[in-house]
Every structure is written in structure tokens, then in C-alpha cells.
């Protein structure tokens, strides 16, 4: 039995793991770094030790001092979340090795799939269609050039250790190919230390359709359905659904069987998601896997009742799944909005500051995952992800009137945001007819930047918000009256309703 | 000293503010009640609707606001200040004459440019690198670069001028 976890993460995701911990009643122990120190995963958690300087080196993917730290307070466990360390397979040896249970996949199923060359190799070989391409990197200019003539311009050269779109080049034609090549292979050199570089064919305007899976460690595997991430900037994700509009069941049951049998291959426990690019004719071509928990996990608990950080803290014990493939079935629509501290009319460079106002949207069909609260201080260290507002209906159309409503609900000052973007995708035609796919922010968007996009916002607003500037310039308002004091008697007695 | 200009979305608009609870917009009469809640929260009520405003303060004469869910910046400057800024913007394009400055605090990840080197406008001339991202700075305009004021690899905080192009 897990008694107590070392959550080695920080924001939403850590605030995230604490709640499952406090309802599993797991003492939560939370590790922060300097920058970190007024945080809301540190408010929260039983127990919260101090781990390093802000930068992510020092503190959050230190490894040697995080695995004595976990070893010192006597954590049964520790729960990586995303981002950070939870995909880096020699911290998840290290922590094995240590006596600790890792909340997740074994080391070598993260290895297996890490290298995407292997994993590509690997999936292949187990009945997963994977995007034509090499399944090795390029050895020379001559023959990378004679593999890419093979399967057809435009081609992508993509880094064997990457992710994150780093080390990612778009060959059109072959008089580019050479100087791609080299360009992609010092991203690649830079970004993860190693400039091996493969090619894969480029899929025109795909959706990006991802499955998730779960697995316990007697060999019972389920699938909870699929999501819909195509609305995404430089390969990171903004809104994302479950299920998604395109996916009918003849589809679904062949992408779900490719996304097991992905996960047997590499002999995979806990959670994970197997990501598809998926074509307008409806053909899927692995991507690549996550072996660990979504961010966006939460659009899969909506439509399925599971909590998935639970199922994973379960799993890590031994215990078989709490359910069978049978039971689970998709029941309405969810959707998820990132909320992310940037300046979305300025290139999107990051916001920073401390948070002076922070209202949460609510009410029915509303959740929202959150890692701030006012003073929680948006540094410039660490990813800009603040919140997730996640919508759920009975149908599509209702997840998105209430995501709208959330929306325009949810009052935050201090750092800029792009609500007001993600507002904007709500009520566009691509978006709701589901038409949509992964180029969507970069063609129908990014044109509209910086004033186009909100020109045709309502005329109400525009005229309410320069009355107030005219009001706060000409420092007309007053400050609330010093009477509203906490009143101590009790005047509603007699009033009370029955 | 009662006159003003709000800029939003390219558009101006005239206000003058009268009696306390009226002011004159685009020529129009309109009747408001304003309630601060907090520094940042505003509740400005006008005919019977009430408009919950979110409101960051992002310079002298800039605020931004939030409202349902739609975001807008506003420039507001009295009629006078307005003349002065029209008049520098003439005086601005004649010199020709403009700079690149740090948006937020991170470091100088990469120059592109270096001093005597042509520049066109909307090209990117500096990466900065903050929040473990790397972010495009452009140039503001058409020019030659003028003075670098910082090296690749430093930090900087936010607002710092890093090049002038003339």
C-alpha cells in the first residue's frame, strides 16, 4: 500500500495529484523550488520541501537530489505528471533502483518509445501503421535523398530523440533537401544532444487524434476512447476534445486495436496515449507515445467517469484494473481549454507577474484545474500554463455554449492570457462544423493578428470598456467606501427561508 | 482638461466627462454608475446592465480589459496629450527612427543582426528565450541597425531597449 507520495512536479498537474492523494488519503509531499515558494501546489500538499534554485536544472529535474529527498521523508512512491522528468527513463531506473515505486511505465517501455526511431521500428513490426518514412536516421546526404524521392515530396525530416517540434524541417523539394538536412541536424544536436535525423512523408492538413490507453501490470489492457488535439500552435496544444467529431465507430475500433496492440509491443503498464495523425480519407499513422499522463487527460475522465490519476496510483500497486473494457462507454462531450499566461497579440511571448486577481469560472458542467491563485507568482522559469477551464454536455454544442460561458466567466489580472483567443476558436465555423485540423491556428488565426481577430467582438463592449479607461484616467472612480465593514450581528435572523 | 481620446482596435472615440454620473461620448449623453471593487475589478453599470470588467494596468496611458470572455486594449490620452502624440508620430516617421525592446525578463538567446546590417520590417532579429520557450523579436520597421545595447547569452529584464534601427 502507497502511503505517501513525493510529487515531483509543480502547478496545475501537481495541485492535480494532491486532490487524488487527499481523497485517497495519501499524505501528498511536494517538492517547490524558488521560485515556486508562494505557490498553490505548495499551499496544498501535506508536506512541501524545498528543492533548489528556479531554474528547472537546479530544482525539478535534479535528479540525484530529488531521489534523496524521496528516500529521506520515506515516500512510498513518487508521481511524476508531465513535462519534467516523468518520460526520462534513466530518472525512472533510479528511482526503481532506489526501492521506490515509480507512479507509471517500467524504464524500459519509456526507452522502447523514447527513441523514435525504435519506437517507429518497434510498431511497425506490431500491427501499428506508422507514417511512411526511413525507420532509421539518414546516413548520408545521397541516400537520405534518394529515400525521400521514394516516398514522394514534400517530405518531413524529423530528430530521432525529439519532440516538441524541435529539430523538424518540411522539404518541398529535393534542391532544399541538403541544407534541411543540416539545418535539422544542429536543432536536433542542440535541442536533445543528438543529431540523428530520420524522414517521414508529410501529411497534408491532418487532424491530430490521439488514444488514450491504461493497462495494470497482470496484462489486462483498455482503451478510454479518443481525443481530438488538432487546435495547436507549434505543435503545442490548445484546445483539445473528447471524442472527437471526425472519428465515426468504424474508425474508433481500428484506432483503439492499433493503440493496444502499441502498448503491448512495448510491454506497457499505467497510463499512456498513443498520439495519430489521421488524413482526410480517414487513414492513421502512429506518431508517437506518451508514457505518461495528459495534460489533457481530464476531457477522457469527463466522458468516461474515471479518475485516472486514482486508476494510475492503483495500478502502481499491483492492483488489477477497476474495470473492464465492457463497462466503460462514452457518455457526452468534453473540452478542454488551456489557459496559458502569454500575449497572444504579440507573437505570443510569455506573460510574467504576479497574479493580483483570480475568479474561477463554475457552475453545472464546469471543471476547472488550476495551479495559480492570487500572489502565486508566473515566473519566467517554467512552462506558461496556468489553467485548464474543461467543458462537459450531452452533446458537442452544449460543451460549447458552457466552455463560451466559462469563458467569459473566468476574471484574472496580473499576467495577459489567451482566453479571449480561445473565446475567439469557440465561434468559428471550422471550429463547430469540425472541419478543423492541426494547421488551423497557424492559416485561419495567426492572419488575423493583432487587431483583426477582435474586430468584430461586440460594439457594447468596446463602448463599456473605453468609458471605464476614460474614468480610470481621469481618476473619477472611488475607491469602495470604508462603511462595508464585516457586520457581527446577526440581521438576517427572521428572514430565513424555508 | 475634462476632453479625451480612447483608442481601441484602430478606432478612436471622443469622450467629455460632465457632471459627475455623465459624460459625452462621440457626442452622445450617456448616464453610468461605476463601482471599484478591487484595484482590478470594476463594475461600471450603464442603462439596467452591469459590466463585470477585469482590468490590467499596462502603462501610462494603456489599459487592458477583460469582459466575457473578449479582451481589449485601450490607449487613452486627454485631447491635449492626444495632439502632442500625433504630432511626435510625424516627427517619428520623418526621422525614421525606432527600437527593439525586451517584452518580457530572459535571456538574449541569439542576434541575428549585427551593427550596419539591413532590416525590414517584421523580420526577426532577436531570440529571446524565456519560460523555456524561444520568442521572435521583429523589427518595428524598415531601417539600418543603429546600436546594439546587449551580447547573446545575457539577461535582461523587461523593457530594456536591446537595438535601434535607423
Known sequence: MIKKILIVNRGEIAVRIIKACRELSITSAALYSEADKDSLHVRLADEAYFIGASPSSESYLNVPKIIALAKQINASAIHPGYGFLSENADFIQAVEEAGIIFIGPRSESVRLMGDKTSARKLMSTSNVPIVPGTTSPIASVEEGKKTALEIGYPILLKASAGGGGKGMRKVISESEFESSLSAAQNEARKAFGNPAVYIEKFIENPKHIEVQIIADHHGNYAHLFERDCSIQRRHQKVIEEAPSTFVDEELRKKLTTAAINAARACGYYNAGTIEFLVDKHKNFYFLEMNTRLQVEHPVTELITGLDLVKEQISIAEGKPLSFRQEDISIHGHAIECRVYAEDVDNNFVPSTGRIKLHRRPDGIGIRVDTGIDPFSNVSMFYDPLLTKVIAWGRTRQEAIERMKRALGEYKIAGVLTNIAACHWVLKQEQFTDGSFDINFVEEIFMPLIPDKWKAEQAQDYEDVVSILAVLLKSKMCEPLPSENKVQKTNKWTGQMYE | ?166
Open chain 2, 1 to 166: 482638461m475634462n476632453e479625451y481620446v480612447a483608442t481601441l482596435n484602430g478606432k478612436k472615440k471622443t469622450f467629455k466627462i460632465l457632471d459627475s454620473g455623465k459624460l459625452l461620448y462621440n457626442e452622445k449623453e450617456v448616464e453610468y454608475s461605476l463601482l471599484k471593487v478591487s484595484e482590478y475589478s470594476y463594475l461600471l453599470k450603464i442603462g439596467n446592465k452591469v459590466y463585470d470588467i477585469t482590468t490590467t494596468d499596462l502603462s501610462q496611458d494603456k489599459f487592458g480589459f477583460l469582459v466575457d470572455g473578449h479582451y481589449f486594449e485601450t490607449v487613452i490620452r486627454t485631447k491635449l496629450q492626444e495632439k502632442a502624440q500625433e504630432l511626435q508620430n510625424i516627427k517619428n516617421k520623418e526621422n525614421h527612427h525606432d527600437l527593439i525592446k525586451s517584452p518580457m525578463p530572459g535571456m538574449i538567446l541569439k542576434i541575428k543582426k549585427q551593427v550596419g546590417d539591413k532590416i525590414e520590417m517584421g523580420e526577426s532579429v532577436v531570440i529571446l528565450e524565456a519560460m523555456k520557450m524561444e520568442n521572435d523579436l521583429h523589427a518595428p520597421s524598415s531601417g539600418v541597425v543603429k546600436e546594439i545595447f546587449v551580447k547573446e547569452g545575457s539577461s535582461v529584464e523587461k523593457d530594456v531597449v536591446l537595438l535601434t534601427i535607423s
